[in-house]
């Protein structure tokens, strides 16, 4: 079963295609919050997003380059807007497919269908995707997603090293030089920098019901504690 964000401000055009995505077997995530649109994609780490041009707040293009940021999973843009820079625009800012409005349902299922095969299905790349695990939680790297349960987020590639780096040390602390190395090499980056990025870790794992997971060794550095933790 496939999750799909819809991002589209009109509710019939949205509830009609959550109706016929979940005529499929999958499950349609409707965004009704258009100024926390990369916060529910976080929220939701869905394996498509269907997401039109004009929104409230910032537009389609905008939030395409935000999810790109984070994620590399199939954005197909449907839009009342036919113009071919529209579709150029699109692609440029990371879109995989663009269908114009009005259009058939069967129409955009069968993209949708065709972009879930060629990610995840039958005309992925093959080959075993790495995953870390450490009492429950489960990192993937190449998806940048985060899962504990039921419960997945999605992370930015900062985010993803910093977990990989303290689950593969779990439960042993792991020193901010370590840390620092990991992220930035041998930049040189002040202390509010790498708090910063604990700080949003520490956000992703609350949003998994994972509080307090994350602790702070005064002097020596961070240690995921997984003891005793296991999927709710």
């Avoid at 409707?30 to 394996?47: K, M, N, S, T």
């Avoid at 590399?72 to 269908?99: H, W, Y």
């Avoid at 009492?135 to 930015?156: D, I, K, Q």
């Amino acid at each position: 079963m496939y999750k799909i964000l819809i991002v589209e401000d009109d509710p019939k055009i949205a509830d009609l295609l959550k109706s016929h995505i979940e005529k499929y077997g999958d499950t349609a995530i409707v965004i009704h919050e258009f100024d926390r649109v990369l916060e529910q994609f976080r929220l939701h780490a869905p394996h498509i997003v269907l997401l039109d041009i004009n929104l409230p707040s910032f537009d389609g293009y905008f939030w395409c380059r935000q999810i790109r940021q984070v994620s590399t999973c199939p954005i197909i843009f449907i839009s009342a807007r036919d113009g071919k820079m529209d579709q150029v625009m699109a692609l440029e800012n990371g879109a995989d497919d663009f269908i114009t409005k009005p259009f058939y349902y069967e129409i955009v299922m069968a993209k949708i269908r065709s972009q879930l095969r060629r990610v995840y299905g039958d005309y992925a790349v093959k080959g075993e995707e790495r995953t870390v695990e450490q009492g429950g939680l489960v990192l993937y790297p190449e998806r940048m997603e985060l899962h504990f349960g039921n419960r997945s987020v999605a992370l930015s590639k900062k985010e993803t090293i910093l977990m990989e780096t303290l689950m593969e040390r779990s439960p042993r602390v792991v020193s901010r030089e370590v840390i620092l190395e990991k992220l930035w090499d041998d930049a040189f980056v002040d202390d509010n920098t790498l708090s910063v990025n604990i700080t949003r870790v520490r956000k992703r794992l609350a949003e998994l019901g994972l509080e307090e997971t994350l602790e702070t060794v005064r002097g020596l550095g961070y240690r995921l504690n997984m003891n005793e933790k296991g999927p709710r």
